[in-house]
Every structure is written in structure tokens, then in C-alpha cells.
């Protein structure tokens, strides 16, 4: 019973290519968010949803655009893909934004 | 803006020995820092969350301080195992989460 899924698990790609990961949670958590961590391991956030509204961008390019279907889904689309776009993709789940984080297993994207 | 460091960015230490994480942050007004621990390919676990207003949160082995005053957190692993070695990493909550750039543990056994 996973309780924050991500798919797929890796991801390679050619550049301009357009692609999307899926995130699903089972918690009944109203809040959801897309992370990413680059190859030197820092984790950003890039956005936040509530309820199914966006409340976080924090300046990622026009070429993201996040998608919350519902409460439980926010799925992360990519336009026209660049190399510096290779990185690991977090989704995470929260009760409301302040109270832990519970983050899915990434998605390895590589483009090449 | 938000700044998050954790000193050391690596440690190594013989199984049994009292762990000692840093982490410190440059703004005060935060509503929670959690800390968490990423295995290498994996996703991140919550270990310990502490509200602004508490001053430490314990939780079987580790036990985690706050001082939002001086923009200081500390955790603390009691008598390490071989499993406990990750990554570390600390998050601090305004409107949303900083995280530092973790620091990775290796007990050896």
C-alpha cells in the first residue's frame, strides 16, 4: 500500500521530446507538491497545490505545467525538453502545508 | 530568502557512537523544520518534525533540538547501527520547504 507513487521510475528521453510523470496519494491529503533534485543532491520545490489549486511556483520554466486532476493526483508535464532538465522528480503529500511531508519514491529523468 | 546549511556535509563513525547532525537556517520566522532521511536511490523519509513553539521532538533513537532564536537544529542518533547510514537532510517550513544540502553518514560495523 504505497502511499505517495510516482511513474514512471525512470525516464530517458531525447531533447524536445515532451513527457509527464504521475503522481498518485492514498493519505486523503489535501496538498500536494513537486520537488526536484539536481545531480548535486539539492532538493527545490517547484510547485504546490491545495486542493487542487496551484499556491506555490516558485519561477520554473513555462515548460512545466503541473496538473491536478483531484485531491489525489498532481502530474507534472514537460515541454521541449533540455538537458539541464536531468534530474530526479519528488512528488510529495501533505495534510495541509504545515504538517509533515511524505514524498514518493522520484523519477530519474535523463535527457539526452 | 530562506538559507539552509548542515555542517558536516559527511561523517563516518564506528557502530555505537553517538551521531550529532547540524543544521542551520538564516531565518527565524518558520512555522516547522522537519528532518528527513533519503537512502541512496530512494525517496525521503520524515524522521522528526518540530513546531516553532517546541523547543525538541524524540522519537525511539533520535531526538532533534530547536533554537529558532539562533536559527540552530540538532539531531541526535544514539548508539548508530550500520542502517542508519544515509543521507540526512533538514528542511525548515515558512510558506513552503527549504532543504539543506543534507549530510551523509556512514557507521561502519
Known amino acids: 500500500d504505497t502511499a505517495v507513487s510516482q511513474t514512471p521510475k525512470y525516464l530517458v528521453t531525447q531533447m524536445g521530446n515532451d513527457k509527464s510523470i504521475k503522481c498518485e496519494q492514498n493519505?486523503?491529503?489535501?496538498?500536494m507538491y513537486w520537488y526536484k533534485q539536481d545531480s548535486k543532491k539539492f532538493l527545490k520545490i517547484m510547485f504546490s497545490y491545495n486542493n487542487k489549486e496551484l499556491i506555490i511556483n516558485e519561477t520554473v520554466p513555462n515548460r512545466f505545467s503541473p496538473k491536478s486532476p483531484d485531491k489525489a493526483h498532481l502530474n507534472l508535464h514537460i515541454n521541449s525538453l533540455e538537458l539541464g532538465d536531468s534530474a530526479v522528480y519528488f512528488c510529495a503529500s501533505s495534510q495541509d502545508s504545515g504538517r509533515s511531508q511524505f514524498f514518493g519514491p522520484g523519477t530519474r529523468l535523463t535527457v539526452l | 530568502k530562506q538559507e539552509v546549511t548542515q555542517i558536516p556535509a559527511a561523517l563516518s563513525v564506528p557502530e555505537g557512537e553517538n551521531l550529532v547532525l547540524n543544521c542551520s537556517f538564516t531565518?527565524?520566522?518558520?512555522?516547522?523544520l522537519q528532518w528527513f532521511r533519503q537512502d541512496p536511490g530512494k525517496g525521503l523519509t520524515s524522521l522528526l518534525l518540530i513546531q516553532s513553539s517546541q523547543r525538541e521532538q524524540t522519537s525511539g533513537r533520535l531526538n532533534a533540538s530547536l533554537d529558532k532564536s539562533s536559527g540552530r537544529s540538532t539531531l541526535y542518533i544514539a548508539a548508530s547501527q550500520p542502517g542508519d547510514s544515509a543521507t540526512y537532510l533538514c528542511?525548515?517550513?515558512?510558506?513552503?520547504?527549504?532543504f539543506g544540502a543534507g549530510t551523509t553518514v556512514t557507521v561502519r560495523a
Open positions: 528542511a525548515v517550513h515558512d510558506y513552503k520547504l527549504s
Open positions: 493519505l486523503g491529503h489535501d496538498t
Open positions: 531565518d527565524s520566522a518558520i512555522y516547522n
